[in-house]
């Protein structure tokens, strides 16, 4: 008995299971290789639905013989959108059960099915889905999702992300729902670069009340700041140290909002907290909230996260669900040994990769088993290197990922080492806290040190991914820093890579030094 579960928005994702089991979560960005990718309600449209749907189909069905579905699970906006595309979302799916969820709701069981709790108060916030923007649950294995309220009042994940409009840091995207998704990430980055500044507060906080729906609204809404700040007006772009600062002082307020609306709503800081939905890719507040009370940030809490969601959801499991590599294979697997064969590559030793790594400073991309699903790479679709090699994030962004010189890279370490390096202790798998690196160390890993001391941190035990420990165990015995700078690998613009076609592209095209394909490394030059 199979079953499915699909969100159509941007970030779309099909998740499929086979009686209770979930085999995969396929990524829509990654197969059709554009990143943000959405289906039938999102605009602008890259592909036509029906060749989308169509082409996910195909995938299962040559995977895993599936033609039919015993239940199909959607979002109620997807049903909303099969309803103006097609005649039948059951005839389409071959299903005879189509189960909608609310979209919030799917973040909440997205996040919670893969904590450590048996019960939790969940708050999903984001730039708003068809039930609210902002809402506070309670949730338990035995009982299930109960609505505790939904804040209306602001949308800080809109206000927020909207900044990166007008600011000259920041490379802007061509289309305004892809800059609405790719901008916070690189804010994050800024804020370091910054300091608050008390005269700018009052004019954030106004800027951050209300909603703002649409590009005219937003605009509005800025201008006004943009006066209230006594800012030029026209097409002015925040530059130099008030850029810095006013997306400094932005994050404060974000911080501040959310403050007062999780006290009002769960004053209990005892009682275990589950953040999810876009805004908690915002690691700067997730990592301030950690401190307060026992916390918990999914591998992928934003719109990816919604079909797993949905199915977990359904399926309810009685323990954690574990989604870290639970993405696909290499989609042209089977050409592996002919790539192998042109190319000589050879089987290599950890050892040896250690050494290339650190003795000689290499770049290495990585491509092994199945892809992670997130918005992070967590080893299996990583770019690896060695964080203390002198100017080696200059030289990474010369060379290889052409990012803005404010965007910080992130080490993976072993998790009995964490407290080691950085100021932590515990689990931070998923690259969903930033922890201050400990001041000895910071000369020595310059690399992965952000102007603020902070580190976007992974780590990972033998059991999580074996490879990646051991790696991290050969390199720490032999070179006395047990920590790898890892970043997504993936050609500029796209989405993480996932084809041993791309990852070769990438060696020949770029200046990586390498590439590990599952447990063959290809040099440069060979």
């Known amino acids: ?39 039938a309600w999102f605009e602008p449209r890259f592909i036509h639905p029906a060749h989308g749907y169509k082409t996910v189909l195909n995938y299962f069905k040559k995977k895993y013989g599936v033609t039919k579905f015993d239940t199909v699970l959607c979002n109620y906006s997807d049903l909303k959108a099969f309803s103006n595309e097609f005649d039948s979302i059951y005839e389409f799916f071959n299903t005879k059960k189509v189960i909608p969820f609310w979209h919030q709701e799917g973040h909440a069981y997205n996040s919670f099915y893969q904590s450590p709790f048996d019960e939790a108060h969940v ?14 649950y309670k949730i338990d294995r035995k009982n299930g999702l109960t609505l505790l309220n939904k804040d209306g009042r602001s949308n800080i994940g809109e206000k927020y992300a909207y900044l990166g409009y007008h600011c000259d840091s920041i490379k802007q995207e061509q289309l305004p729902l892809q800059g609405m998704l790719v901008y916070p990430g690189k804010l994050m980055g800024l804020v370091g670069y910054g300091q608050v500044v008390e005269e700018y507060k009052d004019a954030i906080r106004n800027y951050y009340v209300g909603h703002h729906w649409n590009s005219e609204m937003r605009l509005d809404n800025y201008k006004k700041l943009q006066d209230a700040l006594k800012l030029p007006v026209g097409d002015y772009k925040l530059n130099g140290q008030i850029e810095k600062d006013i997306v400094a002082t932005s994050q404060f307020v974000f911080e501040e909002v959310f403050d007062k609306s999780l006290y009002e709503n769960i004053s209990d800081k005892e009682s275990n907290l589950v953040l999810t939905g876009g805004c908690a890719m915002n690691i700067l507040n997730n990592t301030r909230v950690a401190k307060t009370r026992p916390t918990f940030v999914s591998p992928n809490p934003d719109d990816r996260g919604l079909s797993l969601g949905f199915m977990l959801g359904h399926l309810k499991p009685e323990e954690p669900f574990d989604s870290t590599y639970i993405g696909p ?20 030793r950890l050892r040896h990769l250690a050494d290339e790594l650190f003795l000689n400073h290499k770049i290495i991309g990585v491509v092994r088993g199945t892809m992670e699903h997130g918005a992070r790479a967590l080893g299996n679709r990583s770019i690896l290197c060695h964080p203390s090699a002198p100017n080696m994030k200059d030289t990474l962004n010369a060379k290889v990922k052409n990012r803005e010189y404010y965007r910080p890279f992130a080490p993976v370490v072993r998790l009995e080492d964490v407290n080691k390096y950085f100021e932590w202790e ?101």
């Open 1 to 39: 008995m199979f079953e499915l579960s699909f969100y159509s928005g941007h970030n779309s994702s099909f998740t499929i299971a086979e009686d209770g089991k979930i085999l995969e979560v396929l990524d829509i960005e990654r197969l059709i290789e554009i990143k943000n990718m959405g289906l």
């Open 426 to 526: 515990g689990e931070t798998r998923w690259m969903s806290f930033c922890p201050r690196v400990r001041t000895a160390w910071r000369d020595r890993l310059k690399a992965i040190t952000h102007v603020d001391g902070t580190a976007r941190v992974q780590t990972v035990t033998r059991e999580q991914n074996e490879w990646l420990y051991d790696l991290l165990t050969v390199i720490a015995y032999h070179y006395e820093v047990g920590v790898l700078l890892n970043t997504s690998f993936n050609i500029a613009g796209k989405p993480i890579l996932n084809t041993y076609r791309d990852a070769i592209w990438m060696l020949e095209n770029t200046q990586m030094d390498g590439v590990f394909l599952e447990d063959f490394y290809f040099s440069k030059g060979k």
């Open 329 to 348: 294979e290499p989609f042209d697997k089977e050409t592996l040994s002919k790539y192998v064969h042109q190319y000589n590559a050879k089987p290599l």
């Open 123 to 136: 708050l999903s916030f984001d730039g708003g889905g068809d039930d609210g923007n902002y809402n506070y």
